[in-house]
């Protein structure tokens, strides 16, 4: 036994290679598992990101939710608020008969401002800026040599952001240059 010889499968000169078709077929065998195995991987990375890219959706969907989830009730609490203000604008603060009354509403408009703040809804109250058609609707353009043309120079209704995303634009009145005045008849002559 002691001319038995041991075959090392890592020496290629124990191993030698397979000769004919035998060896042929056992080759093209090996590179299809190799293409069969590479598509697999190909495969298996696409399905990971494919469930990567489905749970970054859901998490931002469910944080949309959670951040808008208050928009509808916030679009119905929305004319209460301008009903207050208008209601306060309207009424003299120098009227006796009334002033309880508009006290009440002026710390009840304060109690509902707090509240939309705390719930990150704050007021688009654009006055003597810039129109800015993202966030506020021109009703109307008026003629005005006191500010530059293009400004917000009325608001008939506060606009409203809810966390950073327009929830109703303010209504205002937008300046315009004023026309040039017309030639009179004498000019002309």
């Known amino acids: 036994m002691a001319d038995e010889q041991t075959l090392d499968p890592q020496?290629?000169?124990?191993?030698?290679?397979?000769?004919?078709?035998?060896?042929?077929?056992?080759?093209?065998?090996?590179q299809s598992l190799e293409e069969q195995l590479a598509a697999a991987q190909d495969q298996s990375l696409r399905v990971?990101?494919?469930l990567q890219n489905v749970r970054r959706r859901a998490e931002q969907d469910v944080e949309k939710a959670h951040k808008?989830?208050?928009e509808k009730f916030a679009n119905d609490l929305l004319p209460v608020v301008?009903?207050?203000e208008r209601g306060l604008e309207l009424s003299s603060p120098n009227d006796e008969a009334i002033k309880a009354v508009r006290e009440g509403m002026e710390l009840t408009l304060?109690?509902?401002?707090?509240?939309l703040k705390r719930y990150q809804l704050e007021a688009v109250d654009p006055h003597?800026?810039?129109?800015?058609?993202?966030?506020?609707?021109?009703?109307?353009?008026?003629?005005?040599?006191?500010?530059?043309p293009?400004?917000?120079?009325?608001?008939?209704?506060?606009?409203?952001?809810?966390?950073?995303?327009?929830l109703r634009p303010a209504m205002v009145v937008v300046s315009k240059a004023p026309s040039a005045?017309?030639?009179s008849i004498d000019e002309q002559a």
């Open 11 to 30: 020496n290629p000169q124990d191993n030698p290679a397979p000769e004919g078709a035998f060896g042929e077929d056992l080759i093209a065998r090996v």
């Open 48 to 50: 990971a990101a494919d």
């Open 68 to 70: 808008f989830a208050l």
């Open 82 to 84: 301008d009903s207050l």
């Open 110 to 115: 304060k109690l509902f401002h707090d509240t």
């Open 128 to 148: 003597g800026v810039p129109f800015n058609p993202e966030h506020h609707q021109a009703m109307a353009m008026e003629e005005s040599t006191h500010v530059e």
């Open 150 to 166: 293009n400004s917000v120079l009325k608001v008939f209704q506060k606009g409203y952001l809810l966390n950073g995303r327009l």
């Open 181 to 183: 005045p017309l030639p």
